[in-house]
């Protein structure tokens, strides 16, 4: 079983419309998780972190659910600039000070005007 | 905000060449940095933790002898792909943290690396 496991998409919505991301992790003892955000060829960037008890960002919000190893992004009203690829990041404490984080393959978006 | 800048964005070489990318923290220190290789399509994989002042820590599966690290400094990390081959071509992304957890973790921009 993969470690960080996203929806394999690509997923093709209209302008305005609501879409949501599902990510598995394995390790039960995972520590933190994160949404980042891909443009094609560039470097990843932090979206937003995921609380268990849920947090939302204006237009996105994120939702954890540690018994079932679960974590969701929803996108609201979704803008042509949205189009990217939504990667699930886990974070695990490896040892003193150090942390590793996992990323899942990355769920592409695109919308369309 | 933090800025970790990386380079060369891009490079082309010949089959058999080395290859070196650096990593540099701009306005903080870096006591790890982390480097990653993403191949189209897939996830970035964490090849390797930089460790400033010691050895690398490397992956499983990641040749050591091939993917040189060196941290010889607080604010540079380079990578040294040697005898660089076709099937190593791909997108080398390298990041620093500038405190502790995921939200102060920083990304350079990325090197693509061609070999022909």
């Known amino acids: 079983r993969k470690e960080v496991e996203q929806d394999p998409g690509p997923f093709n919505v209209p302008e305005g419309a609501t879409v949501a991301f599902n990510c598995t992790y394995s390790?039960?003892?995972?520590?933190?998780f994160f949404w980042y955000r891909q443009d094609c060829r560039k470097e990843p960037k932090l979206l937003m972190s995921v609380y268990s008890s849920g947090n939302e960002d204006g237009r996105f919000t994120a939702q954890l659910n540690r018994a079932s190893q679960y974590i969701s992004l929803l996108i609201r009203d979704s803008k042509l600039s949205d189009s990217a690829t939504y990667l699930c990041v886990v974070n695990e404490w490896s040892g003193g000070s150090n942390y590793k984080l996992t990323f899942g393959k990355g769920t592409l978006l695109t919308v369309n005007p | 905000g933090a800025v970790v800048s990386q380079h060369p964005s891009r490079v082309i070489c010949k089959s058999g060449t080395s290859v070196k990318i650096e990593c540099r923290s701009l306005?903080?220190?870096?006591?790890?940095m982390f480097w990653y290789r993403q191949f189209p399509k897939q996830s970035l994989m964490l090849m390797a933790t930089s460790n400033e002042g010691s050895k690398a820590t490397y992956e499983q599966g990641v040749e050591k002898d091939k993917f040189l690290i060196n941290h010889a400094s607080l604010t540079l990390s380079t990578l040294t792909v040697t005898s660089a081959h076709p099937e190593d071509s791909s997108f080398y992304i390298c990041?620093?943290?500038?405190?502790?957890?995921?939200?102060?973790?920083?990304f350079g921009n990325g090197t693509r690396l061609t070999v022909t």
């Open positions: 306005d903080f220190q870096a006591t790890t």
């Open positions: 390790n039960s003892a995972s520590q933190s």
């Open positions: 990041s620093a943290r500038d405190g502790q957890g995921a939200s102060t973790l920083h």
